[in-house]
């Protein structure tokens, strides 16, 4: 859909929807910034889930049976991306209902062949044009909050900690640095840029050697994941963390030490606690 994130194609419907006309399915962002636009299909699936769960408590003998008509009242429904279900953007009409549904007058196959392959082509026209212009807006209102970051060969950079290990769903986005930029960066999606300010140290300091003279600075840990212990201190730019090795770690003074361990803890259980 664009150059500026991740996505992911989501089906509305069987595949051969996806395959046999248009090739390709709605594409939809994976971004924050774009949940807005994925709202509608996420409440589509979690209600055909609801539907389907409803029946198998309710019918436990013919749950299949009617999982059949849930898939086929959907692919029927009208979708807001390409203007039309997706049975008629595959098979240019709408098949058969079934028989507790009165089938409307035009749901019936054009017995000329030429007529229905005409047709075909351009719902198929039709419907690439629709999702074009969908995909399009979805840029569009992702670009209004997205800024432009330029990194220069020697500029000090902040580096997300997925970036150099695996992430961790229990902590919250880290940047760890700053860093020098040796080569040309062509993806900054993982970058945050180092702005220099008279409240903080504008030199880029040693890891270890920092936290051996500066112990007494130390605000917090921030994270404790892959043998690594990311601290803040207290002359740190918001979200800028020291990573040192836990065997490190274990050497630094137990007054020091505990109390900052402590806390954490404290940290992570009130944060893990339901609302």
């Not at 600075?217 to 201190?233: H, P």
Request: aromatic fraction near 10%.
């Amino acid at each position: 859909m664009s150059n500026h994130g991740n996505t992911t194609g989501v089906n509305e419907g069987p595949s051969s929807f996806e395959s046999a006309s248009t090739g390709s399915s709605v594409a939809h962002s994976t971004s924050e910034t774009h949940s807005k636009n994925n709202a509608s299909s996420y409440e589509t699936f979690a209600d055909l889930l609801f539907i389907v769960k409803l029946i198998s408590l309710t019918v436990l003998d013919l749950p299949f049976y009617y999982l059949d008509q849930v898939e086929f009242a959907y692919n029927s429904a009208p979708q807001s991306t390409i203007k039309t279900s997706p049975f008629v953007a595959d098979l240019g009409f709408l098949p058969r209902q079934p028989a507790m549904i009165r089938p409307p007058s035009d749901a019936r196959t054009p017995s000329n062949v030429e007529s229905l392959q005409v047709k075909l082509k351009a719902i198929l026209l039709r419907t690439q044009e629709y999702m074009s212009f969908s995909q399009l807006s979805q840029q569009r209102q992702a670009d209004k909050h997205r800024r432009p970051v330029e990194i220069k060969v020697g500029d000090s950079v902040l580096i997300h900690h997925t970036s150099f290990q695996s992430p961790s769903n229990r902590m919250l986005p880290l940047f760890v640095g700053p860093y020098t930029a040796n080569n040309r960066v062509f993806n900054v999606s993982k970058l945050r840029k180092y702005v220099k300010s008279d409240e903080y140290p504008a030199e880029i300091r040693p890891t270890e050697d920092y936290v051996k003279k500066n112990l007494n600075r130390i605000a917090s840990v921030a994270a404790m994941q892959n043998g690594l212990v990311y601290l803040q201190f207290t002359d740190s730019l918001p979200g800028h963390c020291v990573a040192i090795s836990t065997s490190f770690w274990n050497t630094m003074p137990a007054e020091k030490r505990i109390p900052l361990f402590k806390a954490y803890m404290v940290r992570i259980k009130a944060r893990d606690e339901p609302l």
